[in-house]
Structures are given as C-alpha cells and as structure tokens.
C-alpha cells in the first residue's frame, strides 16, 4: 500500500536551513499531490506547502513564503522541502501527506483544509539556539 516516509528533520538554530525528505511508494507518484504540513505543541496541524502532481503548481503559508521551497523529483518518488531562513517559530513535527489527484488535472493543488488522503509519521524540526 502507498507509504509516505520523512527525513531529514532535526536540531537547527535560528537562520539556519535543513531540506526535509519525503520518500513515496506503493503507488503511482506521478498521480498524486503532495503536502507539507506541520504541528507544533499545542497548536493544530497546518499545511506548510503544496505541490501539484506534475510539480508545476506550488503553494506556500504565508508564514514560509519566501523562506521554504517545495520541489518534486519523480524519478526518485520523492517530495523535498528546503527550509531556509529558520526561526524558534518553525518549530514543529512535519508531515508529508499524498492526495491522489483523481479527476482534477496535474496542475491542481487543494485547499489548504482539503482532507489527504495518505499520512507520514513526521519528522521533528527543532530551531533553538
């Protein structure tokens, strides 16, 4: 069955980058959106970014634009996220989460409350000094 697994997570301080992994199988990567959502203590779970499945549509949270880029490699099956800029605020278990695009085209990304279908189990991001 389709699996999501994430890395690259870790201990990072404030201004500094980390690239979180998302590595996909059990299905077609190609036919799916990806997500990137984050949840920090005692706060809801938040999309971060979207990727449509041919990787031509990108979309950011307002509090990472301009400081995260989201990028696919389908040859690897595999979703990135490049974080740069880090702030004590980023702080937070990030998820991969796949949506299969269905009938929509591969250019579309959902709604950032769009429910996915397919969750990772996270990875731990920590920006402390």
């Known amino acids: 069955q389709l699996q999501l697994v994430e890395s690259g997570g870790g201990l990072v301080q404030p201004g500094g980058s980390l690239r979180l992994s998302c590595a996909f199988s059990g299905a077609t990567f190609n036919y799916y959106v990806i997500g990137w959502f984050r949840q920090a203590p005692g706060r809801e779970r938040a999309r971060v970014s979207c990727i449509s499945s041919s990787g031509g549509t990108t979309n950011y949270a307002d509090s990472v634009k301009g400081r995260f880029a989201i990028s696919r490699d389908n040859a690897k099956n595999t979703v990135y996220l490049q974080m740069n800029s880090l702030k004590p605020e980023d702080t937070a278990v990030y998820y991969c989460?796949?949506?299969?695009?269905?009938?929509?085209?591969?250019?579309?990304?959902?709604?950032?409350?769009?429910?996915?279908?397919?969750w990772g189990k996270g990875t731990l991001v920590t920006v402390s000094s």
């Open positions: 989460a796949a949506l299969s695009r269905d009938f929509h085209d591969s250019t579309w990304c959902p709604s950032p409350t769009y429910p996915m279908d397919y």
